[in-house]
């Protein structure tokens, strides 16, 4: 039976950091693959109408390259979300949660050093509570590069995977959709590039005996 998978990108590229193998892996499988993009950029915060065109282009081929069921999109200012409520920014996730009733919650990882991600789990994970939100089988929090592996070097704090997917058959594809956010990109070592990208996937791959391999952390699944 096909599952309703969503993934929650604070920000655009974190999907596909974090999940891209995964979630397209899914999609052979028949599964629905959904996606909150959590936050935007607009001219009164300093980027330009070119920049903002390019992102609108940058998201509709991501989408379609990864097929997804529905995307959804919160207007969020990028590095301000804590100027948000928290009970509007739980409104606004309990809305989606309820529309589509996923079955997988891929969020980003609660001690990722950038405050938005830290922001956008607390809230995510706060609309999982199994007697309002029952569709809700399993949660994991990703690993996304430039994020996660400059958490605190604290053991209650780092990130320490504890489920392995093998993503060796689409690992070629979820570079190419990588490369389509030309901007987030750059060349080692900075971290978001192909070279690290291929670095982690050939490093958590090698941890489950696969050629390349995203990892999560679960934090809860109903069976």
């Known amino acids: 039976m096909y599952k309703k998978v969503l993934v929650i990108a604070v920000h655009p590229d974190d999907e596909t950091l974090g999940a891209g193998g995964t979630l397209l892996k899914h999609k052979a499988k028949g599964d629905e693959i959904h996606c909150i993009f959590c936050t935007d950029i607009f001219e ?20 379609k390259s990864y097929g997804f069921t529905s995307i959804h999109r919160l207007g969020l200012k990028t590095t301000k979300i804590d100027q948000y409520s928290q009970a509007h920014l739980v409104s606004l996730f309990s809305q989606i949660f309820e529309k589509i009733k996923p079955n ?32 809700i089988e399993k ?28 993503i060796s058959d689409f690992f070629e594809k979820k570079c190419q959709i990588m490369k389509i956010y030309k901007s987030e990109l750059g060349r080692a070592p900075f971290p978001r590039s192909i070279e690290n990208i291929k670095a982690l ?3 958590r791959g090698c941890t489950a005996n696969f050629k390349y391999s995203e990892s999560f952390i679960l934090l809860k699944e109903r069976l």
């Open 44 to 63: 009164d915060e300093g980027f330009s109408k070119e920049q903002i065109d390019t992102r609108e282009q940058e998201l509709q081929e991501i989408s």
């Open 104 to 135: 997988i919650l891929y969020l980003p990882f609660a001690y990722d050093v950038h405050s938005d991600h830290r922001i956008i789990f607390q809230t995510a994970f706060s609309c999982t509570k199994s007697f309002r939100y029952p569709s």
């Open 139 to 166: 949660i994991l929090m990703m690993e996304t590069l430039s994020e996660s592996e400059f958490a605190p070097a604290l053991t209650h704090q780092s990130f320490i995977p504890n489920v392995f997917v093998d």
């Open 201 to 203: 996937a050939t490093f």
